[in-house]
Structures are given as C-alpha cells and as structure tokens.
C-alpha cells in the first residue's frame, strides 16, 4: 500500500494576482479571458487532464514568481460566453473575445515542486509538479476501504 499523501501529480497551473484559501468542497466561479486560461479551461473540459483538476496558486505581480503553494481545484462545468460582432462607434468590428465562465470546486492543498521547462508561448498555460497535502489529522493508513487522503477523496 503506498502514502497517497506523498503522491507527486501532474497537472495545470492558473496563477493569480490575489488568492485565499477556499474551504474544500465549496464551489467557485472562474471568469477566463486570457488566452492561455481558456485554453486551459477547455483542455480540462475535455478530459485532456485526469478528474479535471488544475492547481490555483498567487503569482506575484511584480516579479512573475509563484507561490509554493496551492489550491486544487476541479473543474465541475464550463459555459462559452464569448462575445463577437461588437462594433466600435463608427462601426469597426471588434476581434472576438474569447470568454469562458468556470465553475469548479476547492479539493485540497498541494505543495507546488516544480513548473516544467519548456518554450512557453504566450497561449501556453504553466503545468507543475505537485505533492498534495494531507489535511490535519488524515490518516495515510491502509486499514479501511474508507477514503483516508485528499487525494482519494479527489478521485472518488
């Protein structure tokens, strides 16, 4: 049987410029206009990451750096609310705004041990390696069926 509370993941990380720690379980609404989100928010949709589950975390506005830790959060749905056809005042089309609302729900805490290196384009969302935390006082033991981790309670 192995320690689920030290397991490392992969997964998606969505920095921002301010952050609290949600309680688990509740849900949050995301509003996704920069590119490499929705893209993100998409690729979650459509399975292209396991449980749909991404990493919330503060990036520092000044120096780009993030946080050690964050937040896992899962993906419940997704709704297009993109917006085409404005028009300025003299009648210019407007470029599309790619929008998409994200409702997701908080699912534990992770420690933040790696982002991958690679040519990041500006579209390209961040993917880090994470261990997730074990809450206060969860057992890592084996002895019941019963979800003992974050990370089972994740999956189940």
């Not at 534990?108 to 997730?132: N, P, R």
Request: proline share 4%.
């Amino acid at each position: 049987c192995s320690d689920e509370g030290t397991a490392t993941m992969r997964m998606p990380i969505y920095p921002l410029g301010a952050v609290h720690i949600p309680h688990a379980g509740e849900n949050y609404t995301i509003i996704n206009i920069e590119q490499k989100n929705v893209k993100m928010a998409m690729d979650l949709a459509n399975g292209e990451w396991k449980n749909s589950l991404f990493c919330a975390c503060l990036r520092a506005r000044d120096t780009n750096r993030i946080a050690s830790v964050g937040t896992i959060m899962q993906l419940l749905d997704t709704e297009d609310r993109s917006i085409s056809g404005a028009r300025t005042w003299p009648g210019n089309v407007l470029p599309t705004l790619n929008r998409v609302v994200a409702n997701c729900r908080a699912v534990g805490v992770v420690d933040i041990l790696s982002i991958e290196e690679h040519d990041y384009e500006e579209s390209d969302y961040l993917i880090a390696w994470v261990k997730v935390r074990n809450a206060p006082g969860e057992s890592t033991s084996c002895e019941s069926d019963a979800p003992t981790t974050i990370s089972d309670k994740m999956e189940g």
